[in-house]
Structure formats: C-alpha cells, structure tokens
C-alpha cells in the first residue's frame, strides 16, 4: 500500500519495526525535536508516534516514509505527507537525524515527496509548517519553492504552538518543474 520513491541519494519506503531503534533515538534527541514538539520523547511516546506515522497512510491514504540512505542502508529520518486532524492543510515535512543534517538529504527527500504529493492529491497548495526560529528547515522550504505566510496557532500535544505556515500553490509548483 505504501508506494517506494527513490531519489539520486535516497529510498523513502514504508517504516520497519526494525527503524524504531533509530527513529527513538531521535525523537530522544533534543536538538532534533527542539522546533517539532520542544521537548524529547520517552521511548513510550515515540511508539506512538512511530505507530501514528505508519496509521497515517490507513486513515489517508498518504503518510511520512522512511528514509533510507541507499550508500549504507541507513534509517535516517522520516520525510512526508502529514495531514492530521485540525491540521492548516496537507503538509510536506521532514524530520532526520542530527547525523544527516545538512547534507541536502531534507530537501531531496522533501521535492520527492512533494512531487508525489501534487501528483496524487486534489490539493491547490501544499505547506510546510516551521517554527519561526528553525532556519536550516526554512532553508529547505525556499529550495522547495515555498514561500512564508502567516503564523498559526496549533495544538499539538495539549500545548499551543505558532509556526509560520509556508506554502507552494499547484501552479507555481508546476512552472518549477517546466523551468
């Protein structure tokens, strides 16, 4: 049910439960989750949140893959569709860990994504949205195409959060993809 992209670099495909020792990891990191939730996840939680990423494609028929670099194997994040409820719309997002920053692996793994996301959904726009302190993740969403909008308040987890919601519009993406 979960397609298999492939990029230059990269395999997005469905989560393993042998991914989960990683994926806890870096849930467990707070670098890494600084700008998703604020703090790091006890392994308990990051189950959960591990099982929602692979119920996502159940419930919408769309989800976050597994990244794979393809020179070792490795599990090094999750990159995707995310849509959940009460959500500002169908977003792309990437989350890696700390090791596999800033290597260009978010973006390439993110215009796939995209890409499969304007392809396969009714959606005029896609976002992305970013605390308005992560940098390296706005730097993603410029190469992307994305532009910043407003902030939005968001409940996450009991708490409110602001990001900024960034977006591409369908016809923007498409001129890119001409050009």
């Avoid at 390439?108 to 993740?137: C, H, W």
Wanted: charged share 25%; net charge positive.
């Amino acid at each position: 049910m979960i397609p298999r992209l492939e990029t230059e670099r990269l395999i997005l495909r469905e989560c393993r439960p042998d991914d989960f020792e990683a994926f806890a990891a870096f849930m467990a990191d707070p670098e890494v989750v600084r700008y998703l939730h604020g703090e790091p996840l006890a392994r308990s939680d990051a189950w959960r949140n591990f099982a929602a990423v692979i119920g996502h494609w159940t419930l919408r028929g769309y989800g976050t893959w597994a990244v794979e670099r393809k020179s070792d194997g490795a599990f090094i994040g999750r990159v995707g569709l995310h849509n959940p409820e009460g959500w500002p719309g169908l977003e792309v997002g990437w989350t890696l860990g700390r090791p596999y920053w800033r290597q260009g692996y978010a973006t390439e793994a993110a215009k796939a994504s995209m890409r499969y996301g304007f392809l396969t959904q009714p959606v005029d726009r896609l976002i992305s949205v970013i605390d308005p302190n992560n940098k390296a993740s706005q730097a993603v969403a410029r190469k992307l195409g994305e532009s910043k909008g407003p902030p939005q308040d968001i409940v996450f987890g009991g708490k409110i959060f602001s990001p900024d919601v960034w977006s591409i519009a369908r016809a923007q993406w498409e001129r890119r993809q001409g050009a």
